[in-house]
C-alpha cells in the first residue's frame, strides 16, 4: 500500500474548508468565480445550475483554503422535490459536515427569507463558523444596506456574533475579505 494518497489527504485536510450555502440564485458560485478571478464553476440565471457540491484548492495570502460551492436550498414546502433536487440538498447539507466554516450567502436585492434563516440555523446545529455574506450589493442603496443590517439584528440575535459582509461578486467588493474572516473564525475556533 501506497503512502502517497494518505500524505496528500492528510494535505488537503489541512486546508480551512469553507462551504457556501444559501438559497438557489443568491451568488454562491459567482462569488467563488470572483475568488478566483475566472469561471471556475458554472453560473446561470437559471436555478438550479449547482447540482451537486464542487470543492475548490483555493491560496490565499499563505492560507490554504477549500472552497465548497453547494446546490442552493429551496424552501420545502415550495416545491415538490425531484429526486435530483432531494440528492442536490442532501449533497449541500453533508458538504456542511465536512466544512469548517459555512458562508451564508444572501442576496440584497431580495427580502430576507424564513429559508435564509432556516439555512443559518442549520450551520449553527452543525456547529460550523458562520459568516453571513449580502451579496449584489453593489445593486443596493446604503439605505438599503441599513435596513438589512437592522433586520439581521432583529433576526438573527441567535448569530449576534457573526460577521456581516456586503459583497458584490460582480465588482469583486469584499469577495477575499470572507477568507480573511474566515481565517480568523477558524484560529478562534481552534
Do not use: C, W
Not at 84 to 90: P, R
Not at 133 to 156: A, C, F, G
Not at 175 to 184: E, M
Request: no cysteine; aromatic share 6%.
Amino acid at each position: 500500500v501506497s503512502k502517497l494518497p494518505e500524505k496528500a489527504k492528510v494535505e488537503e485536510d489541512d486546508r480551512i474548508s469553507i462551504s457556501f450555502m444559501g438559497r438557489p440564485n443568491v451568488g454562491k458560485s459567482s462569488l467563488m468565480n470572483a475568488m478566483f478571478e475566472e469561471e471556475k464553476v458554472i453560473v446561470s440565471d437559471v436555478s438550479g445550475t449547482t447540482r451537486d457540491s464542487v470543492e475548490l484548492p483555493f491560496d490565499y495570502n499563505d492560507g490554504e483554503y477549500k472552497l465548497i460551492d453547494t446546490a442552493g436550498i429551496p424552501r420545502r414546502g415550495k416545491l415538490r422535490f425531484s429526486q435530483l433536487e432531494k440528492y442536490s440538498v442532501l449533497r449541500s447539507l453533508q458538504s456542511l459536515e465536512l466544512a469548517d466554516i459555512a458562508v451564508l450567502v444572501m442576496d440584497a436585492t431580495e427580502p430576507i427569507s424564513r429559508q435564509d434563516l432556516r439555512v443559518s440555523q442549520y450551520i449553527l446545529e452543525a456547529k460550523k463558523g458562520l459568516i453571513v455574506v449580502v451579496n449584489k450589493s453593489d445593486l443596493v442603496t446604503p439605505e438599503d444596506k441599513n435596513r438589512i443590517m437592522h433586520y439581521l439584528h432583529k433576526k438573527m440575535q441567535y448569530a449576534h456574533f457573526a460577521p456581516v459582509i456586503f459583497t458584490s461578486a460582480m465588482t469583486g467588493t469584499n469577495v477575499k475579505k470572507i477568507l480573511d474572516i474566515a481565517k480568523n473564525i477558524y484560529v478562534e475556533r481552534s
